[in-house]
C-alpha cells in the first residue's frame, strides 16, 4: 500500500500560479505511475495529469494543456504539478494517485487506474 500527501493548494486570482506537491510513502513503484485528478463540487473526478515512474513520460488533460506541468523527484518520492495560468474553471480539489503496477496510457486517465489515493488539498481560482 502507498500513502500520499498533497500540499500547496490556497487561493490564487486568475492569472496566477500554484505548485502542488504529492509525497509517497510505504510501497516503492519503480514501474508504476502517479497522477493528479481534480473534483470541482457537483462534478465528477477527472484526470489531470499523469506521469511514468521509470520513463518520465507524462500525460496531460485538454483542458490543461501548456498550462500545467508534471514533474517527479525520484529520490524523495515526490510528484509536482506546477499550474500556471490558472483559471476560475481550475477551482477543485486535486487528488494525486499512484499505481504500482505498470498500466495502459488509456488508463493513466481514469480513476480506476489507480489503487491509492490522497486525501486532496483545495484549489481556488478568483475571477
Known amino acids: 500500500q502507498v500513502q500520499l500527501v498533497e500540499s500547496g493548494g490556497g487561493l490564487v486570482q486568475a492569472g496566477g500560479s500554484l505548485r502542488l506537491s504529492c509525497a509517497a510513502s510505504g510501497r516503492t513503484f519503480s514501474s508504476g505511475a502517479m497522477g493528479w485528478f481534480r473534483q470541482a463540487p457537483g462534478k465528477e473526478r477527472e484526470f489531470v495529469a499523469a506521469?511514468?515512474?521509470?520513463?518520465?513520460?507524462?500525460y496531460y488533460a485538454d483542458s490543461v494543456k501548456g498550462r500545467f506541468t508534471i514533474s517527479r523527484d525520484n529520490f524523495k518520492n515526490v510528484v509536482f504539478l506546477q499550474m500556471n495560468s490558472l483559471k476560475p474553471e481550475d477551482t477543485a480539489v486535486y487528488h494525486c494517485?499512484?499505481?504500482?503496477?505498470?498500466?495502459?496510457?488509456?488508463?493513466?486517465?481514469?480513476?480506476?487506474?489507480?489503487?491509492?489515493w490522497g486525501q486532496g488539498t483545495q484549489v481556488t481560482v478568483s475571477s
Open positions: 506521469i511514468r515512474w521509470s520513463t518520465s513520460s507524462t
Open positions: 494517485a499512484a499505481s504500482t503496477y505498470y498500466i495502459s496510457s488509456s488508463a493513466l486517465t481514469v480513476k480506476t487506474g489507480y489503487s491509492s
